[in-house]
């Protein structure tokens, strides 16, 4: 996302991750032989390798680029790609990697970023993983991909239990961060709490001068913040502007923490700083979180979006939004944790809430729910318990027992693959009484059967009622086979001893 890199110096400090690659300046242009000439005068100082053909297969990012053309296999630093067709079809390509197309204007910048990237250059590492919580998959049953299917720069892939997010292709849109339900994956610069903590400072700042509620509007820092110097006095003393690398690294937690700090409306303003980026997740992300609040009374503005880069849009926008309540500006700091600081946001302003309800429901794509069991069907056989990634459904220890803890679940739908009796369904909703949210709930329950020749509990009532029923008629579980299902693992092996004794 990020079309610059900086180029590291002997005395630069790096508080931070960074991500490094290193460029010596070969070049690889691919285009027709009319292209061709007229782009090489401007590339001198590079290594350059033409082709008149599109490559048969292309990967990699800037200092590393892999490249299988019909005669050879390259490895090159930087690609200038003319076709009218890009080879690489990225939604957001990597760094090192340019296709003008037909623009005049990209061709030209590209033409003058070319020859500066000869060198050391690095950039952050964006994000933080936290597989623990990873909600993509168990026991090879798919779970969540949302992140996967977010990510423009193509940087994330599945690798079974996990996913992986390659830092050289990562352009830290965000988009993986806003849309994770559990919060394992997460925006690393700024990381939750500081964004959050820094926009509760300039409120309380903004509140000992002034009593109206102030309109919240995020923006990138490199065009938008231009635009906002450029407004001057134009922009109206009740507007706070909210700078952020990426408007994408910023989602529910801190919208709700803004209007729980007392913040009127907030508006994501996209000034096309990125025109390779759709930002419709970020935009889902709006439209979820104004869900729940109108779910709750509040008016159906206070979380919006406006694609422009025109000021006198901003000020009509800003004009337009209504603001019919009034919240009492909350008091709680911030904390790097998405989920616990959605719950504390929406918790506060659920307390003012105009119609609060006990419990909200909310649409199919949500990360907060409970499940239903068909208990009779269910036999506790626990394979929810065993791919569930983050706890919210247990077994009983001892006792043959499902249980659940509403808080921890983001309805990721594993437990609902993994049910072989298909009696698990997803209920998306927002229970707002948290004791009774973080409580261990008891789903399903059935008495034990005991061992028919030591009486020692072993298995449910039911799973052993199933499984005699399904084989019953089959050859294999005929007279005392059948007996022998109805026994713990230690009689059952003593008794097929005691039968083929007997043979």
């Given at each position: 996302?990020?079309s610059?890199?900086?180029?590291?110096?002997?005395q630069d400090i790096m508080p931070?991750d960074?991500?490094?690659?290193?460029?010596?300046?070969?070049?690889?242009?691919?285009?027709?032989?009319?292209q061709?000439?007229?782009v090489?005068p401007h590339?001198?100082?590079?290594e350059?390798?033409?082709s008149s053909q599109?490559p048969?297969?292309?990967?990699?990012w800037l200092?590393?680029?892999?490249?299988?053309?019909?005669?050879?296999?390259?490895?090159v630093d930087?690609?200038?790609?003319?076709?009218?067709q890009?080879s690489?079809t990225n939604q957001?390509?990597?760094?090192?990697?340019?296709?003008p197309?037909s623009?005049?204007?990209?061709?030209?910048?590209?033409l003058?970023q070319?020859p500066?990237?000869?060198?050391?250059?690095?950039?952050p590492r964006?994000?933080?993983y936290k597989?623990s919580?990873?909600?993509h998959?168990?026991r090879?049953l798919?779970g969540?991909?949302?992140c996967i299917d977010?990510?423009?720069?193509?940087?994330?892939?599945?690798?079974?239990?996990?996913?992986?997010?390659n830092?050289s292709l990562c352009?830290?849109?965000?988009?993986?961060?806003?849309v994770?339900?559990?919060?394992?994956?997460a925006?690393?610069l700024?990381s939750?709490?500081?964004?959050?903590?820094r926009?509760r400072?300039?409120l309380q700042?903004?509140?000992e001068l002034?009593?109206?509620?102030?309109?919240l509007v995020?923006?990138?820092?490199e065009n938008?913040?231009?635009?906002?110097d450029?407004?001057?006095?134009q922009l109206?003393?009740?507007?706070?502007?909210?700078?952020?690398e990426?408007i994408?690294?910023?989602?529910m937690?801190?919208?709700l923490?803004?209007?729980?700090?007392?913040?009127?409306?907030?508006?994501?303003?996209?000034?096309?700083s990125?025109t390779?980026?759709?930002w419709?997740?970020?935009q889902q992300e709006?439209?979820?979180?104004?869900?729940?609040?109108i779910?709750?009374g509040?008016s159906?503005?206070?979380?919006n979006?406006?694609?422009?880069?025109?000021?006198t849009e901003?000020?009509?926008?800003?004009?337009?939004?209504?603001n019919?309540e009034?919240i009492?500006?909350?008091v709680?700091?911030g904390i790097?944790?998405k989920?616990?600081?959605i719950r504390?946001?929406?918790?506060?302003?659920y307390?003012?809430a105009p119609?609060p309800?006990d419990v909200?429901?909310l649409s199919?794509n949500?990360a907060?729910?409970?499940i239903?069991?068909?208990?009779?069907?269910?036999?506790?056989c626990?394979?929810?318990v065993?791919?569930c990634?983050?706890?919210?459904?247990?077994?009983?220890?001892d006792?043959?027992q499902?249980?659940?803890?509403e808080?921890?679940?983001v309805q990721c739908g594993?437990?609902?693959?993994?049910?072989?009796?298909?009696?698990?369904?997803?209920?998306p909703?927002y229970l707002?009484?948290q004791q009774?949210a973080r409580?261990?709930?008891?789903?399903h329950?059935?008495p034990?059967?005991?061992?028919?020749?030591?009486?020692?509990g072993?298995?449910?009532?039911?799973?052993?009622?199933?499984?005699?029923?399904k084989l019953?008629?089959h050859?294999?579980?005929?007279?005392?086979?059948?007996q022998r299902?109805?026994?713990c693992e230690?009689?059952?092996?003593?008794?097929m001893?005691?039968?083929?004794g007997?043979?």
């Amino acid at each position: 996302m990020h079309s610059a890199v900086q180029q590291i110096g002997e005395q630069d400090i790096m508080p931070i991750d960074l991500v490094e690659f290193t460029s010596t300046g070969r070049l690889l242009v691919i285009g027709d032989d009319e292209q061709l000439t007229s782009v090489f005068p401007h590339l001198k100082d590079l290594e350059v390798t033409t082709s008149s053909q599109a490559p048969q297969a292309i990967s990699g990012w800037l200092g590393a680029f892999n490249v299988e053309l019909d005669t050879q296999s390259l490895t090159v630093d930087l690609v200038l790609d003319l076709q009218q067709q890009p080879s690489m079809t990225n939604q957001v390509l990597p760094l090192g990697y340019f296709a003008p197309k037909s623009n005049a204007q990209a061709l030209a910048e590209a033409l003058q970023q070319l020859p500066d990237l000869i060198g050391t250059f690095d950039k952050p590492r964006y994000f933080n993983y936290k597989s623990s919580i990873c909600a993509h998959s168990r026991r090879q049953l798919q779970g969540c991909s949302q992140c996967i299917d977010a990510c423009p720069a193509d940087a994330i892939i599945s690798l079974g239990e996990q996913v992986s997010v390659n830092p050289s292709l990562c352009q830290g849109c965000g988009s993986c961060a806003t849309v994770c339900p559990s919060g394992a994956m997460a925006y690393a610069l700024p990381s939750l709490d500081v964004s959050v903590n820094r926009i509760r400072t300039m409120l309380q700042t903004y509140f000992e001068l002034e009593t109206r509620s102030p309109q919240l509007v995020i923006h990138d820092l490199e065009n938008g913040q231009q635009l906002i110097d450029l407004m001057g006095e134009q922009l109206a003393n009740t507007v706070i502007a909210f700078s952020i690398e990426e408007i994408g690294a910023l989602g529910m937690p801190f919208w709700l923490s803004a209007l729980a700090y007392g913040v009127a409306n907030v508006t994501v303003w996209n000034t096309g700083s990125h025109t390779d980026h759709d930002w419709i997740e970020l935009q889902q992300e709006i439209d979820k979180t104004n869900e729940m609040l109108i779910g709750i009374g509040y008016s159906d503005n206070k979380v919006n979006w406006l694609d422009s880069n025109n000021i006198t849009e901003l000020r009509s926008h800003l004009k337009a939004l209504t603001n019919s309540e009034l919240i009492k500006p909350a008091v709680f700091a911030g904390i790097d944790d998405k989920r616990r600081m959605i719950r504390i946001a929406f918790n506060d302003l659920y307390q003012q809430a105009p119609s609060p309800i006990d419990v909200l429901p909310l649409s199919e794509n949500a990360a907060f729910g409970e499940i239903n069991v068909d208990t009779k069907g269910c036999t506790l056989c626990h394979s929810c318990v065993s791919v569930c990634p983050v706890g919210a459904v247990l077994d009983g220890g001892d006792q043959p027992q499902l249980n659940f803890i509403e808080d921890l679940c983001v309805q990721c739908g594993l437990c609902e693959t993994a049910c072989p009796e298909n009696v698990i369904t997803l209920v998306p909703q927002y229970l707002f009484d948290q004791q009774q949210a973080r409580k261990i709930r008891l789903l399903h329950e059935e008495p034990i059967f005991n061992c028919i020749s030591c009486n020692k509990g072993f298995a449910t009532q039911k799973m052993i009622d199933t499984m005699t029923d399904k084989l019953k008629g089959h050859s294999m579980f005929q007279g005392d086979a059948l007996q022998r299902l109805k026994m713990c693992e230690d009689c059952r092996v003593k008794a097929m001893f005691k039968d083929k004794g007997s043979l």
